[in-house]
C-alpha cells in the first residue's frame, strides 16, 4: 500500500503564498507520476499540477505562471509552492500518486487552503 500525508495547507489574504507539501511511504515503486488535484463542495476534483518521476510537470491553465510543483525523489516527497494566490483558489487540495503499469491511484488525506479577499 502506499500512504500520503499532506501539510502546509492554512489560511493567506490575496496575493499571498502557501506551500504545500506531500511526503509518500509504503510501496512507492513504479511511480508514474504525483501531484495535486484540488475540490470545493459541490464540484469535481481538479487537476492543479503533477509531475513525472522524470520531473515533467504539467499544469491547469488557470494556476499557470503562479503555481511550481516540484519534487524530491530521496525524500519521496512532492511539493507545490503557490503564489499569488486568490479566492478562487480556496479548496481542499489533495496529493495525488499514480503507479505501475496499471496506473493505481492513491490519495492524500487532503488539506484546507483558504484564500480571503
Known amino acids: 500500500q502506499v500512504q500520503l500525508v499532506e501539510s502546509g495547507g492554512g489560511w493567506v489574504q490575496t496575493g499571498g503564498s502557501l506551500r504545500l507539501s506531500c511526503v509518500a511511504s509504503?510501496?512507492?515503486?513504479?511511480?508514474?507520476?504525483m501531484g495535486w488535484y484540488r475540490q470545493v463542495p459541490g464540484k469535481q476534483r481538479e487537476l492543479v499540477a503533477t509531475?513525472?518521476?522524470?520531473?515533467?510537470?504539467n499544469y491547469a491553465d488557470s494556476v499557470k505562471g503562479r503555481f511550481t510543483i516540484s519534487r524530491d525523489n530521496a525524500k519521496n516527497t512532492v511539493y507545490l509552492q503557490m503564489n499569488s494566490l486568490s479566492p478562487e483558489d480556496t479548496a481542499v487540495y489533495y496529493c495525488?500518486?499514480?503507479?505501475?503499469?496499471?496506473?493505481?491511484?492513491?490519495w492524500g488525506q487532503g488539506t484546507q487552503v483558504t484564500v480571503s479577499s
Open positions: 495525488h500518486l499514480e503507479r505501475g503499469l496499471l496506473r493505481n491511484q492513491y
Open positions: 509504503g510501496s512507492i515503486f513504479s511511480v508514474n507520476s
Open positions: 509531475i513525472t518521476s522524470g520531473g515533467t510537470p
